[in-house]
């Protein structure tokens, strides 16, 4: 791709336009306007010009890219009193992009770029893996494996090598690269109902709206029994309080489970710790099952411990980071074995194994509304779903919920 060389040009309409492209699948879906066509077209263009612009392009394309997929991040800090950093934390992960993606522009050499980006695809900055370039081919006619993806970019690279007529040439590996069709595992012989609530966080943590928020999970809770469901499933910290310090909530679960089984998020101390977990009530028994991977800044602060301490002290007010599992756990019911997933977790490949066909996901998104931060998590969600053939069933607050495969 051949731009004029004009400030106006390099500085502002190219790197727009390729971070719109390069993001378009996201805002597609988003507004439920999702198209294969449109989605293949946009990421093979995106991709294409970020191994062939000028230098400083795509540095700044890497910063739109930043922006358009994270600006949602600083949503949160409102809710720890620091409004005033919600659009420098965007302004923050656009410069973080800008430099992932500026690694592109060590070099002119489209293959090398394309080896580059590639590799890119096994980089998180601060452990946070929202950002793979491969997911823009997810709901494409392309594939997203990491083959098909290398095949991608070579064959768009190849174009450099080639003039005239013959430069489309290498084009032609793209059919190498098409996406066969996907079977999901069947239907599990259960009947699951999800539960999606829209509580805000303003509301979900104040104490005096406790019993409100209480009372609404057994309404809840009681109508699924009342419609002859099988298992009932509520978003991560539906009972936003330590439920082994609640005993009469948790016998009051126990004594339903017998009529459904019931998966809700909440949180759990023990020896002094804190953890996210899901507790499943299931014929009078518990079972916690406890977080295993931890949301960079949001449960935990992935810097070192100089700076943790004072980020902690100072922006978090001291609040004491989350505390994980060693390993996931898994759950059988009615001999359906799922795995358990808190939130992030579900967008973690850690928790795809081979053996694990159904997953039941939780999450509160109720920190970053009006955002697409579902959307994107959605998309995250199928694109390991995919990859791994497995079926998540996903509750949530704020947006999200519903069976993604």
Known sequence: ?????????????????????????????????????????????????????????????????????????????????LGWATWLVALGFGFVYA???????????????ALILFGLTFVWPMDFNWMQPEIIFVESY????????????????????????????????????IQTSYTPPPMPELKIKLV???????????????????????????????????????PEAAFPLFMNRHPAISEALKKRSF?????????????GLNYNVSYLFNSGNITVAKKTVLVPFGEYIPLPGFLKEWVNRHIFGGVSDFVT??????????????????????????????NVRYMIAVSNNGWFK?????????LLIRFYARQNNTMVFHSANGGGTGIVY
Not at 223 to 232: R, S, W
Not at 370 to 378: A, D, G, H, N, R
Request: positive net charge.
């Open 99 to 113: 430099l992932y993606y500026g690694t592109m522009a060590l070099t002119a050499n489209a293959l090398l770029r």
């Open 325 to 354: 599992a060693k390993k996931p756990t898994d759950f059988t019911i009615k001999g359906v074995t799922f795995r358990n997933a808190v939130c992030y977790e579900a967008t973690r490949k850690e928790l795809y194994t081979p």
């Open 370 to 378: 009006p955002s697409i931060e579902p959307t994107l998590q959605k």
């Open 259 to 271: 009529y459904i089984t019931i998966l809700t998020g909440t949180l759990h101390k023990e020896h």
């Open 196 to 234: 999606s609530t829209d509580i805000s966080q303003n509301f979900k943590w104040q104490s005096e709206q406790l019993p409100q928020t209480i009372d609404d999970d057994f309404i809840a809770i009681d109508e699924a029994i009342q419609q002859g469901y099988d298992l009932v499933v509520l």
């Open 1 to 81: 791709m051949k731009y004029r060389s004009t400030p106006i040009i390099e500085l502002i309409i190219a790197p727009l336009l390729i971070a719109l492209l390069f993001s378009a699948f996201i805002y597609w879906e988003h507004f439920a306007l999702t198209s294969k066509a449109l989605n293949t077209l946009s990421g093979v263009l995106a991709i294409y010009a970020l191994l062939h612009a000028p230098k400083r392009v795509v540095v700044i394309s890497g910063f739109w890219i930043g922006w358009l997929w994270c600006y949602w991040i600083g949503f949160s800090f409102q809710y720890y009193g």
């Open 142 to 177: 392309l594939g997203f494996s990491k083959w098909q993806f290398a095949l991608i970019l070579f064959a768009l690279a190849s174009t450099a090598y080639f003039k005239g007529w013959k430069k489309p040439i290498p084009l032609l590996l793209l059919l190498g690269a």
